[in-house]
C-alpha cells in the first residue's frame, strides 16, 4: 500500500504523543492489545458520529497501527482529498456495485502487511442491519476480523478479541453482535 501519516517517522511520533494527551485530557482510556496478526479487517463500532473518525485515528496512533479506511468518495474531492489519502483513506463510491469487496480481497493477498477499518454500519445514520462487505473482504482474504469499538458511555476505545469467519455469515454475524451489544456510541440512538 501506499505511503501515509502512520509511516512518516517525525509526523509519527508527534501524532503518537498528541495522540496519548489528547485521549487522556477527554478522559478516554484505550483497553485491549493491538491485533497479533499480519493482515486484518477492523470493523469500528459504534458509527454513529464524525469524531469516531477522530477517536480511531488517536487509537490508531497509541496502539502503532498502521491503519487504512474506507470512506465515501466525496470525502476524497476537493483541497482535503491528497490530506485523506495521506491519513490512510481509501475513496469507496457507494452509489455503484463495483466489485470493491473482491478490489480488496485482492489488495490483502497482494500486501504482508495490512489493517483495513471498514464500518459495519456504512454510514453515521442508523440502519437497520450491517453491510456485508466488512464480512466478505475478511472471509475471501482469509484474514480475521479485529473487533475495535468506541464505547462514548463509558470513554473507553480499543480492541476486542479478533474472529475468525467460518463461512457461515449469519451465525457469525450474530456472535460480532453479541459483541458491540453492550456499546453505546455518540449518538445512540442512531446503533442499532
Not at 442491519?129 to 479485529?146: C, D, L, N, R, T
Amino acid at each position: 500500500m501506499r505511503h501515509t501519516i502512520f509511516d512518516t517517522p517525525i509526523v509519527n511520533s508527534c501524532f503518537r504523543f498528541l495522540s496519548h494527551l489528547g485521549l487522556k485530557l477527554f478522559g478516554w482510556k484505550l483497553e485491549g492489545q493491538r491485533p497479533n496478526a499480519r493482515k486484518y479487517v477492523i470493523i469500528a463500532a459504534p458509527h454513529t458520529s464524525n469524531w469516531d473518525f477522530i477517536l480511531i485515528i488517536a487509537c490508531a496512533f497509541c496502539f502503532r497501527i498502521n491503519i487504512y479506511w474506507m470512506g465515501k468518495n466525496s470525502l476524497f474531492k476537493g483541497p482535503f482529498g491528497g490530506i485523506m489519502t495521506w491519513l490512510g483513506g481509501i475513496p469507496v463510491d457507494r452509489s455503484k456495485a463495483n466489485g470493491l469487496v473482491q478490489q480488496m480481497v485482492d489488495t490483502f493477498h497482494n500486501a504482508t502487511d495490512l489493517a483495513v477499518a471498514i464500518p459495519p454500519e456504512g454510514t453515521r445514520n442508523k440502519v437497520r442491519q450491517w453491510k456485508s462487505g466488512f464480512y466478505h473482504v475478511a472471509h475471501g482474504a482469509e484474514v480475521p476480523i479485529a473487533l475495535s469499538f468506541l464505547d462514548y458511555k463509558k470513554k473507553v476505545g480499543g480492541f476486542g478479541p479478533m474472529f475468525f469467519t467460518t463461512g457461515d455469515y449469519a451465525s457469525d454475524l450474530k456472535k460480532i453482535q453479541e459483541f458491540y451489544q453492550p456499546m453505546t456510541g455518540k449518538n445512540p440512538e442512531k446503533f442499532a
